[in-house]
């Protein structure tokens, strides 16, 4: 009983940094934010402290706002269902390769890490802007200007371009850990190369489709650099939403409430798609 009441208290011991830091760092601001979303605005943009349920009937009357979230949710489907179908052959070739050659190709995706988000953002504006090396391509065999800039299809493009790794290296770990044994007893079997893949790759690699899918729908639906840089005023989407509450317009408490409905609407979402592929992956093996 002594030793297991001291390695309980050693473990605690030993989490208790990361414990402070995640309550100092996250639960603290979420608290203060939800505070803040039942409190008002005063004359001077500061928080007005009377508790009252405004902003949250205010938000729910806001068409601008489900309009923006309707348009965020499709562009984070868009990019995220695009990523995933570029990604999973990738992540498969990298796989099947040699260990070395495994090691060049993980390095070769973690590249675009080594520059700042920033940079590459603007260096897509140089290349999809009306005079862009796009366009002045496309003009040398009079088919330009296209007008990409300020468009949804530039930031989808550009985020799907940022959100790539994020997708690759959960399957590739995915796809690493798979024993290929499995796909020759299926084509022994009688399978196909569609049943194959269906029945017995997919299933195993699930975990690795829904991290990717978790890791690229999260910071694209709250994204607001992307579409600030690249879809100017006609690409309005959450994140630009939150940036302009808690700038320009000063109202931190509609800001606030705009964060935890959001969040929230986040949560459900990711909670359902975990429900729905774990109901999948137990269809595929019952045992």
């Known amino acids: 009983m002594y030793n297991a009441r001291t390695e309980q208290r050693r473990a605690w011991l030993q989490a208790s940094p990361a414990l402070i830091w995640l309550g100092f760092f996250f639960l603290a601001p979420l608290v203060l934010i939800l505070i803040y979303s039942f409190q008002g605005r005063a004359d001077d943009g500061t928080v007005l402290w009377n508790w009252s349920l405004a902003n949250y009937q205010k938000l729910f009357a806001d068409g601008a706002f489900w309009r923006t979230l309707w348009l965020s949710t499709w562009i984070a489907l868009v990019v995220t269902a695009i990523t995933l179908v570029v990604s999973y052959p990738l992540a498969f070739f990298m796989a099947t390769r040699s260990p070395k050659i495994r ?147 000063s109202n931190w408490a509609y800001g606030s409430a705009i964060s935890m409905i959001f969040m929230l609407l986040l949560l459900g979402a990711i909670l359902l798609y975990f429900k729905a592929t774990r109901e999948v992956d137990d269809g595929e093996n019952p045992g």
């Open 103 to 249: 090691g060049v190709l993980v390095l070769a995706v973690m590249i675009p890490f080594w520059t700042n988000f920033l940079v590459r953002i603007y260096a897509w504006k140089v290349l999809l802007g009306n005079n862009g090396v796009l366009n002045r391509f496309l003009g040398q065999f009079d088919l330009g200007p296209l007008q990409i800039i300020n468009s949804p299809s530039a930031v989808i493009m550009a985020l799907i371009y940022g959100e790539l790794p994020y997708m690759i290296l959960p399957l590739y770990a995915a796809l690493e850990r798979f024993d290929w044994v499995q796909l020759e007893a299926a084509r022994d079997l009688g399978a196909g190369r569609f049943q194959t893949f269906w029945r017995v790759l997919l299933p195993q690699t699930l975990p690795g489709i829904t991290a990717g899918s978790i890791l690229v729908f999260v910071p694209t639906v709250g994204t607001f650099a992307v579409s600030d840089i690249l879809g100017g005023t006609s690409v309005n989407m959450v994140g630009n939403t939150l940036s302009l509450q808690f700038g320009s317009a």
